[in-house]
């Protein structure tokens, strides 16, 4: 469950935009992304090319699905 | 918050209500089918059921992965979870999910070693902290969800993690829609389809559902404008004689999906020639399994499952309610003897669940109606 919904994220068909941080050191499928709630989690985002720090993309269950016109970038 | 919140402007729902209701001929009534729990949730929890007119009728799916699996899995889970040296992860919502003789979390309270995880990483992490144990990860989920699956196990078979497998019972959606479309009890006039089973597939594979079966289907996100907006799109189209596959969640949703997924996704996963659905019976070519080249991460071949067949109580209603014949307040145990705390069926367990998501938001409004 996310802190603020009663709902679960991970086996609905359900997933969260989130913004691409920082990737990880020695993974570079792997990235922490930071949440609406700022929820902080490691993402494996190797399903969208060209990730970016900064981009906003939707996550479900540990992986990046999609990536979002615009979004929690501009919340900074 | 942008993004967020410009799909839950009041004003703008207030209006998107006014074409609804300006949509319906007086008279006529309309049943619109949300496959996805997501959808189902996101309909109770913003009173979107409450605001349409009398004559559009919202029916819920068959699409909450943990409210479609059999008894038998959850069986073969726990018997997997009692071998001693075996870490059982799953998702939180599997955890009560009830089996024949008990759920994840009573094996657990028993002394069986059951961990809920948020990813297919987070089991894999154990299987890596732990290597004198054997980490199975019970994996369930739609197309949204085994892709993230399919990922871990490639970073498996990558890292050459031994330790490591996984008892699949993702699902595929299309199938059982096409099940749900020829079943004579089913009266629905459009659909409202799963948007982010489309993020992976795309909208494209949905356009079965107009041609084959005369049903219009409108591709929605979540949001409660993204709900009442496909909910116009339908009636549109039915008022118009229109029938097509049309797409909502375009600020998501590509017509052909995500091509890194479904490449992904063919190269670990094949199709199961059967698979049996909570409440809807074995339904052909409708769950995935692993390809050989994953047999090692295998948890059906690495282990002795059992993979025996049970029957679901007979008090619980679940088949209906998952084909929209029933509402969840219909069922005979609905609220008394099956509730949240207390689950019978999976349709209360999961918060995607049409039950659950009713019992959590709805049924007030609806007693005090009847007051």
């Known amino acids: 469950m996310t802190n603020d919904e009663r709902r679960c994220v991970t086996c609905g068909d359900l997933a969260e935009p989130m913004r691409l941080a920082a990737f990880d050191r020695d993974d570079p499928e792997l990235a922490v992304c930071v949440g609406k709630d700022g929820t902080r989690c490691v993402v494996d985002v190797g399903l969208i090319p060209d990730a970016a720090p900064g981009e906003s993309l939707l996550v479900h269950a540990g992986a990046a699905l999609a990536r979002l016109p615009q979004g929690l970038r501009d919340e900074g | 918050m942008r993004y967020v919140d410009e799909f839950r402007d009041p004003g703008l729902a207030r209006a998107l209500v006014g074409e609804i209701v300006a949509a319906v001929e007086p008279g006529k009534s309309v049943k ?253 070519h409708s769950a995935l399994r692993l390809r050989d080249a994953y047999g090692d991460f295998d948890a059906e071949r690495r282990f002795d499952v059992p993979g025996v067949r049970v029957a679901d109580p007979k008090a619980c209603q679940c088949g209906e309610v998952l084909k929209g014949v029933i509402k969840p307040w219909e069922c005979k145990v609905f609220g008394t003897a099956c509730t949240p705390e207390h689950a019978i069926g999976t349709c209360m367990v999961s918060s995607e669940g049409a039950c659950a998501a009713y019992y959590n938001y709805g049924r007030f409004a609806r007693e005090k109606a009847e007051a």
């Not at chain 2, 998702?91 to 657990?108: E, I, N, Q, W, Y």
Request: proline content about 7%.
């Open chain 2, 32 to 284: 619109l089918m949300e496959v996805c729990g997501g959808h189902t949730h996101s309909i109770y929890r913003y009173g979107i059921d409450d605001l349409l007119p009398e004559g559009v009728e919202l029916v819920h799916g068959p699409g909450c992965p943990v409210c479609v699996i059999p008894m038998g899995r959850v069986d073969d889970g726990i018997r997997l979870a009692r071998e001693a040296d075996v870490v059982l992860a799953c998702f939180g919502d599997m955890l009560r999910v009830p089996g024949s003789d008990g759920t994840f979390l009573d094996a657990k309270a028993d002394g069986a070693d059951v961990r809920m995880v948020y990813s297919p990483l987070d089991a894999l992490r154990i299987a890596r902290e732990n290597p004198g144990r054997e980490v199975v990860f019970f994996a369930i989920g739609f197309e949204t969800t085994a892709p993230s699956t399919a990922l871990t196990l490639q970073r498996a078979k990558r890292e050459k993690v031994g330790n490591f497998s996984c008892l699949v019972n993702h699902v595929t959606i299309l199938p059982p829609l096409r099940a749900l479309l020829t079943s004579p009890d089913l009266r629905i006039d459009g659909f409202i389809g799963p948007g982010h089973v489309a993020t992976v597939i795309g909208a494209r594979p949905f356009e079965f559902v107009p041609r084959d079966y005369g049903k219009p289907l409108v591709v929605s996100g979540f949001e409660p404008l993204d709900v009442l907006q496909a909910i116009h799109m339908l009636l549109a189209q039915l008022a118009e004689s229109r029938c097509e596959v049309e797409n909502q969640y375009r600020r998501v949703v590509p017509d052909d999906g995500n091509p890194k997924a479904l490449e992904l996704l063919a190269e670990v996963f094949e199709l199961r020639e059967h698979f049996e659905w909570r409440g809807l019976g074995f339904i052909s």
